[in-house]
């Protein structure tokens, strides 16, 4: 009966000892975006590096603001080949494609993709 107890208890605390061995650091910068957002550009602050996104579906619509570090990747799609572009080449009414993380700073752009320009307007000939 001993020999029964002594084994069940070897079996149920082994997975708890197994876990306490194993590390558990955290890393201090995401290695890879977790989000993504596909949207019209509303606003490019070019001091303050900053990109406002308004994205929606349906009748939900919401803009994320997003910091844009100066080594963050910018490419135009429409340049062919996705060819490289610089920040304050964005004006409002792009249309991008953003990957970004979460930080205690705010959001944070990994890569932006311009994919085209919105067209504002109508024709007005009858």
């Known amino acids: 009966m001993h020999r029964l107890t002594a084994v069940s208890l070897?079996?149920?605390?082994?997975?708890?000892?197994?876990?306490?061995q194993q590390p558990t650091a955290v890393p201090s910068r995401p290695t890879a975006p977790?989000?993504?957002v596909r949207g019209a550009v509303s606003a490019v602050d070019v001091q303050a590096r900053t990109l406002d996104v308004t994205t929606g579906v349906g009748f939900a619509i919401r803009i994320v603001r997003l910091q844009v570090p100066a080594d963050v990747p910018i490419t135009?799609?429409?340049?062919?080949?996705?060819a490289p572009m610089r920040f304050v080449e964005l004006k409002p009414g792009d249309v991008v494609r953003a990957a970004f993380g979460n930080r205690p700073t705010g959001l944070?752009?990994?890569a932006?993709?311009?994919?085209?320009?919105?067209v504002t307007g109508v024709d007005s000939r009858p």
Do not use: T
């Not at 605390?13 to 876990?19: D, G, I, S, T």
């Not at 135009?76 to 996705?82: A, L, V």
């Not at 932006?112 to 919105?118: A, K």
């Open 108 to 110: 944070v752009a990994y």
């Open 34 to 36: 977790h989000d993504s």
């Open 10 to 20: 070897v079996v149920c605390f082994a997975p708890f000892a197994l876990a306490a």
């Open 76 to 82: 135009d799609r429409g340049r062919g080949q996705r």
């Open 112 to 118: 932006i993709e311009r994919v085209g320009r919105m």
